[in-house]
């Protein structure tokens, strides 16, 4: 099993368009918990961390269920601009080298 | 602010060749990261350095080999490339956090094809 699964996608929304992917984690000792946006042929940028509260950006609302083990996004009133994969991203404990684990993404396609 | 620069930003090899990667970042970061990057397979950590002087292997290190002679320095070398090799390259640095963790700074990448 990986250490993070996310749906591959892609999402096809219209503008406008409210749409939410989710994101499982294998190991439940993992500490902290980002969504990275990545451009096609760039590099992954951050979006945002993720909190156990939950937390919301503007358009992005972030959410962390630790007995569920899974984190979401959630993006509203979709822009043309939100076109990225958006990766999931879990720090499992805080060890040696604080390493990050990536998952492969979730594609998003945002038409007008 | 430059933060983390990578290069080449391009490059095509023969199988065999050696070649070197170099990262530097100028936020004072204490950890330093290679990763690849292949389709479906998301990012995959080759190895990794949490101070001047030290690294150590990541998922994939083989094939590869690192050096950080200077904090601000980590290099990625191929001593003998093969296709499978063949990637897109991102290197990452952090602070060091007891508690916590605030994320990576990406470079821009290096996007290696060896023939």
Not at chain 1, 75 to 100: F, H, Q, W
Not at chain 2, 84 to 99: K, L
């Amino acid at each position: 099993r990986k250490e993070v699964e996310q749906d591959p996608g892609p999402f096809n929304v219209p503008e406008g368009a409210t749409v939410a992917f989710n994101c499982t984690y294998s190991n439940s000792a993992s500490q902290s918990f980002f969504w990275y946006r990545q451009d096609c042929r760039k590099e992954p940028k951050l979006l945002m961390s993720v909190y156990s509260s939950g937390n919301e950006d503007g358009r992005f609302t972030a959410q962390l269920n630790r007995a569920s083990q899974y984190i979401s996004l959630l993006i509203r009133d979709s822009k043309l601009s939100d076109s990225a994969t958006y990766l999931c991203v879990v720090n499992p404990v805080m060890e040696y080298g604080n390493k990050l684990v990536f998952g492969a993404g979730t594609i998003l396609r945002v038409k007008s | 602010n430059a933060g983390v620069t990578q290069t080449p930003k391009f490059r095509v090899l023969k199988t065999g060749q050696s070649m070197t990667l170099l990262c530097a970042q100028d936020m004072n970061h204490e950890y330093m990261y290679w990763y690849r990057q292949d389709p479906g397979m998301g990012l995959r950590l080759i190895h990794y350095s949490v101070g001047e002087g030290t690294t150590a292997k990541g998922e994939v290190p083989d094939g590869y080999n690192v050096s950080r002679l200077k904090k601000q320095n980590f290099l990625l070398g191929l001593e003998s490339a093969a296709p499978s090799q063949t990637s897109v390259y991102f290197c990452a640095s952090s602070y060091s956090r007891t508690e916590g963790h605030y994320g990576y700074t990406f470079g821009s990448g290096t996007r290696l094809t060896v023939v």
